[in-house]
């Protein structure tokens, strides 16, 4: 078969492995008529879509700019990917920018080189800082709209937050530990990977105020600063947990959980509940053993599908001048998604 796409496009298209794509462009053995067929029609597709997007001239270059740890990066990465090649009708480049620690210079260094090369819209995880906020106002006049993900930076010049609902989330948090708390209370640990990340902040006040008033007996014992990296998690944790507080349970809101787990069974140390954030690989793997007790998930590719299509000018019906939250699901070890 002639063709002029790379591999990996047709093998997306068809639905099939690389390797499978391979060998029917080649004509080699043991390939089936189906799989030939599929390849085949993969091609007819794709050269209908670049003769539609030759047409239409419409193309657009989102970038993607976040902090956060490789783990959760991926994540991001995969949902933009995903939603991208489903925009009807458009060709969609993305620019990744990720770092596990970016700091206020980095992140502003990065969207004054986004703004002198152009875009047409910057996808943000960032912190809350005035700096920021001014870049923000800038792109704005510069025609490059900014939209805000999983954390935001209300008030700003950004168009709208995608992401979940950070204060339902803490309070949901605060209400599944509740259940497991005995009467006396106990001592709660709480983990941020920044004080400066708005949805963190957020989690953590609303859940707060209702632990507190569910269960008045109970300490928190707050943790700040591990950004969600195992070994900088690690050593914010031993100087808290060798002062030798019993954790009664846990609430991560920023990841690093495998390091949270090996510090408190280094100090003797398993608390009844833990409650963490995002079905990441890790937290997969964690919630299958047992080792953590919820998962409070969301759906980050349809956050993404709803920021692009915002992005795009298309209408969204549950989309206001704020952004659109998404629902907070409750994972546990038993209704574990096979995805």
Do not use: W
Not at 124 to 151: C, H, N, S, W, Y
Not at 229 to 258: E, F, K, Q
């Amino acid at each position: 078969m002639t063709h002029r796409f790379p591999i990996k496009e047709i093998a997306r298209q068809a639905g099939l492995g690389t390797a499978t794509v391979d060998r029917v462009l080649n004509n080699r053995a043991h390939v089936s008529p189906q799989t030939r067929n599929r390849v085949a029609a993969a091609l007819h597709e794709l050269k209908a879509q670049e003769a539609q997007l030759a047409a239409q001239g419409r193309r657009y270059i989102f970038d993607v700019v976040a902090e956060a740890p490789q783990r959760f990066s991926r994540e991001i990465r995969i949902a933009a990917e995903t939603a991208a090649r489903a925009l009807p009708g458009v060709a969609v480049r993305l620019r990744f920018q990720f770092q596990e620690i970016m700091t206020e210079a980095e992140t502003l260094a990065i969207l004054a080189r986004i703004a002198k090369r152009g875009s047409s819209g910057i996808c943000l995880k960032a912190r809350e800082t005035d700096a920021l906020r001014q870049m923000i106002a800038e792109l704005d006049k510069a025609g490059i709209p900014v939209f805000t993900l999983v954390t935001d930076l209300p008030g700003s010049a950004r168009q709208a937050y995608f992401g979940l609902d950070n204060a339902e989330a803490g309070r949901t948090a605060a209400y599944l530990l509740a259940q497991g708390l005995p009467d006396r209370g106990g001592n709660v640990l709480t983990s941020r990977s920044q004080d400066s990340f708005r949805g963190e902040t957020d989690r953590f006040t609303a859940f707060r105020d209702l632990i507190l008033t569910l269960k008045p007996d109970v300490q928190l014992v707050d943790v700040i600063g591990g950004a969600g990296v195992n070994s900088r998690t690690l050593d914010r944790l031993d100087d808290v947990l060798s002062r030798g507080a019993p954790i009664a349970a846990v609430y991560s809101m920023g990841g690093g959980n495998a390091a949270i787990l090996r510090a408190l069974a280094a100090h003797k140390q398993r608390p009844a509940i833990f409650v963490a954030h995002d079905l990441d690989r890790e937290n997969r793997q964690l919630l299958a053993q047992g080792a953590i007790s919820y998962v409070l998930h969301h759906d980050l590719g349809k956050d993404m599908a709803t920021l692009f299509n915002a992005a795009l000018g298309k209408p969204m019906r549950s989309l206001d001048q704020t952004g659109a939250s998404s629902d907070v699901q409750i994972v546990t070890p038993y209704n574990l998604p096979r995805f």
